[in-house]
RNA sequence: GUGGCUAUGGUGUAAUGGUUAGCACUAGAGCUUGUGGAGCUUUCAGUCAGGGUUCGAAUCCCUGUAGCCACC
C-alpha cells in the first residue's frame, strides 16, 4: 500500500509538494514518472534511470501481457526484480492502448486536439465503439471492439485475439506487481462528439466499481494501490462529474486521463483536481511536454509520465530551456501559433547547424551526456544511427523533465513558485 | 593505337521523337504527449559538352570528352 503526505502547497493555486510512500520506497511530489513499457526504459539502464534522478518507472500492462506475459513476470518475482529496479513501479491498466492501437492507429491521431472543436452534432468518420470497426476495411491492421463488458482486440505481435475486461485487467496487473496500479477505463479521440465521449465517461465509471471489486477480492498484505481514472475530454461538465464520481469512490490515488485540447490541458486538470480529494495523489497519465508539466503541477497534479522525452530521444530531438519567450502567459506561451516557434523548447540534433557544434545539449547542464558530449558527437551518431545516440540523448531529456519536476518541487517548498514559473520560462 | 558499348539530380535508376523528365536512397526543414528504435509531411537537386535533323530531341545524326570491354 502506499501513504500519501502533503508537505506545502502553492499559495493562490491548487499545486502541492508532498511524498507517496511505496513498499519500494518514496516518491517526491511533484515528480515526473519516466515510462518503461515493457519492463525497460528504452534504451536505458535501470542504473542510468535511477541516477538521472528518477524516483519510479511506469510499465504497461497490453505490452507486460502480451510479451513475456504475466506467469514469466510472476515467476521472475514481479515487475520490479524481473528487470532490476528496486524502487516504487507504476502499470497503467491497457485501457489505453485500447484506443491507441485500436480505433486510433493508423490514422493519425492523437489524444491531444489541436483542431477546433467538433459541434456537438458531429459525426466523425471514425468508426464508432459499438462494433463498426470490424467492418472498416481500415481497421484491419489492429482493430479492437469495445462493448459494456470489455476490449477485444488483436496482439500487435502476432495478431492472436486476447479480450480485457476490468477484472482481468486488475488481476493481470496484480501478477505484474506494480506498487501502484490503474483502473481499466476507456479513453477516445478528442474529435468524438459529447455523446460518445459522456458514454465513454459512463463506461469508464461502471469499470472502475468493477476494478475496485475485483482490486479487494484480491487482496493480500502487500497489495498494489489502485488508482481509478476520470475522463471526459474537453468537457467541462463531463470531466467535473468524472471527478465527483471517481472521487467518491475508494481509490487510493487518481489518474487523470484522456484527451484535451491543447491550450487547455491546464484548465481541463485544474476542473478536476477541483473536484477530487485533496489528499489523494493524482496522476497525469501521458503528459507530457515541459509547459504542461508547469500547468499540470499548479493545477494540481502531483505525477506525470509520458513517452515524449525518450521518444523523441530517438527520433534526434532534445529539449532545451526555452529562450525568447518574455510571455509570462503560460497559457498562451508559444502555442497561438507553435510553426512560427520552431524551436518550441526542443532542438533538432539531426540539423545541419550541429555537425560542427562542439559545445553541449545545454550548456550548464548537469546531465551526464551534457557532461561528456557535444552536439557534433551526438549529431553524428543520430546520422550514422548508432544506439549510443538515443541512450545519450534519453538521458539527457530525462533528466531534463525530471529535474524540472525536482525544481518546481523546491520552488513549492520555499514558497517561490511564481519565481520559478518566471525564471524557467523567462 | 583500332573497334565496340555507355553517358539522366550527390548515388542508383525510369521515360514509342510529344509527360510538368518519374522513382528510391542521400541531403535540407518540420511533426511526434497512459511508447511507434517507427512513421508522416515538405523542400532542394538531373538529361556530359558543342553542333545538326525535326513543328517538337534524354531519345535520331555528327564531333569532342570521359568510363568500360575486346583486339594488336
Partial sequence: ???????????????????????????????????????????????????????????????????????????????????????????????????????????????????EKPSFSDTSSLPNNDGDAQENEESIMAPAKIDDDGVTFKSVIDGSTHRFTPERSIEIQHDIGADIIFAFDECISPQESYTRQKAAVERTHKWAERCLERHKELKHPKYSALFGIIQGGRYEDLRRESARTIGAMNFDGFGIGGSFDKEDIGTAVGWVCEELPENKPRHLLGIGEPIDLILGIENGVDTFDCVAPTRIARNGAAYVSQRGSTSLDLARWNLAEPAKHPANGRINLLNAQFISDFTPIESGCACYTCQNYTKAYLAHLFRAKEMLAATLTSIHNLYYLVNLVKNARKAIVEGKWNEFKEKTFK
Fill in 1 to 115: 500500500m502506499i501513504r500519501f503526505t502533503i508537505e506545502t502547497s502553492i499559495k493562490g493555486s491548487k499545486g502541492r509538494a508532498g511524498t507517496i510512500d511505496t513498499p519500494h520506497g518514496k516518491i517526491q511530489t511533484p515528480a515526473f514518472i519516466p515510462v518503461g513499457t515493457k519492463a525497460t526504459v528504452k534504451s536505458l539502464t535501470p542504473e542510468q534511470v535511477k541516477s538521472l534522478g528518477a524516483d519510479a518507472i511506469l510499465a504497461n500492462t497490453y505490452h507486460l501481457y502480451l510479451q513475456p506475459g504475466t506467469e514469466v513476470l510472476k515467476k521472475a518475482g514481479g515487475l520490479g526484480k524481473f528487470m532490476n529496479w528496486s524502487h516504487p513501479t507504476f502499470t497503467d491498466s491497457g485501457g489505453f492502448q485500447a484506443f491507441s492501437l485500436g480505433p486510433a492507429f493508423g490514422r493519425r491521431l492523437g489524444k491531444i486536439g489541436k483542431e
